[in-house]
């Protein structure tokens, strides 16, 4: 247990966290929203720094991003607890292991072993993942900045609901970052996942505008945010930020709380890629479909194959110097 980052203390013994978009105003001996952050006689407390539920070398295709250093090694690593309760979570016996069966796990690890076990695997990068980084903000951000200095860089995988103030203090030393968009609607968050839409799409904008590089990620779940209007209105939000930005349409399969509807259909895959394409988005991604056409990186400007993959693997690569290698165009990403 050790103070937090970023609240502020209040009359009473209470604080205010500053990290999530929940903002949460906590009282003496309570936690916020996501249980793992603590009110201690007036300090807030991290109840999850270096108690490390999961550590993985992922190839970074799985996070997903796929214009941030394809094909390269990602030491990934996560602690219990998030933010969101969303009923369809993948990884909900490690994310809502505080809040559904009050309890806090975790092997205890160090930033500074963490950076050495990722330099000892050879990853290029290390990837707060799994379950919400935010929640863990402290232990997160002193582990990127200790790897940073050994020549690491830094991903997060996030339901993007930190604030504006946890994204410009860890910014120089987080370099990529996959955004869920999980829907278009104040409805759809608040009954699917328990927060709201807006501060996401402030996430997605600040942080591009910090110059994070950032893809984004829709899983799209039959009859809750499918339609034709909610796609378009994702795809416009997120050709209006950048037309560069990758965005990533998932395929759906019922598991946690959301078991009464059947998996995404390939061809409602398909039409929101093109409802995506069709917005201006230069880049869309097919998510949870081995072997679709979804899965290749195409150029923007001639369509020549770039990028070849097969699941995580690659099998092409044909970038040089961040251009296409047949028309010369700029390719958006990070390539080296
Ligand atoms: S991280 Fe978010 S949910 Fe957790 S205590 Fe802070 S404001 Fe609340």
Not at 12 to 32: A, E, F, M, P, Q
Not at 220 to 242: H, Q, R, T, Y
Request: net charge neutral.
């Amino acid at each position: 247990m050790r103070e937090a980052y970023l609240y502020e203390k209040l009359e009473g013994n209470r604080v205010r966290c500053l990290l999530c978009g929940h903002g949460c105003l906590i009282k003496d001996g309570s936690k916020g929203i996501c249980g793992v952050r603590e009110n201690h006689g007036g300090i807030l407390t991290t109840l999850v720094y270096g108690k490390v539920i999961a550590m993985h070398v992922d190839p970074i295709e799985k996070k997903p991003l796929f214009h941030f250093l394809p094909g390269s090694r990602s030491y990934s690593i996560a602690t219990v607890g998030c933010n969101f309760r969303c009923r369809f979570c993948q990884n909900s016996d490690i994310s809502q292991m505080p809040s559904d069966h009050n309890r806090i796990m975790g092997d205890d690890i160090s930033p500074v072993n963490i950076v050495k076990i990722a330099k000892e695997s050879r990853s290029s990068t290390i990837a707060y993942t799994y379950t919400e980084p935010t929640i863990y903000y402290e232990f997160a951000v002193d582990t990127a900045r200790l790897a940073v200095k050994e020549g690491l860089r830094n991903i997060f995988v996030s339901n993007g609901y930190m604030t504006d103030g946890c994204l410009t203090d860890i910014h120089p030393d987080l370099h990529g970052i996959n955004i869920d968009l999980k829907a278009f609607s104040e409805k759809f968050y608040k009954d699917q996942c328990g927060a709201k839409l807006e501060p996401v799409l402030n996430s997605i904008k600040k942080a591009r505008g910090l110059g994070i590089w950032v893809e984004v990620t829709t899983l799209l779940i039959p009859g809750l945010n499918d339609s034709d209007g909610e796609l378009k209105d994702i795809a416009g939000f997120l050709a209006g930020v950048d037309p560069d930005i990758p965005w990533h349409i998932s395929r759906f399969h019922p598991t946690y709380r959301l078991t009464d509807r059947s998996p995404t259909s390939p061809e409602d895959i398909h039409r929101a890629k093109d409802i995506g394409r069709s917005s201006g988005l230069k880049y869309v991604y097919t998510g949870n479909l081995p072997g679709d056409d979804g899965e290749k990186t195409f150029c923007h400007g001639c369509g020549e194959l770039l990028i070849d993959r097969y699941g995580y693997s690659i099998r092409k690569f044909s970038i040089t110097d961040g251009r296409c290698s047949k028309c010369n165009a700029e390719i958006p990403g990070v390539w080296k």
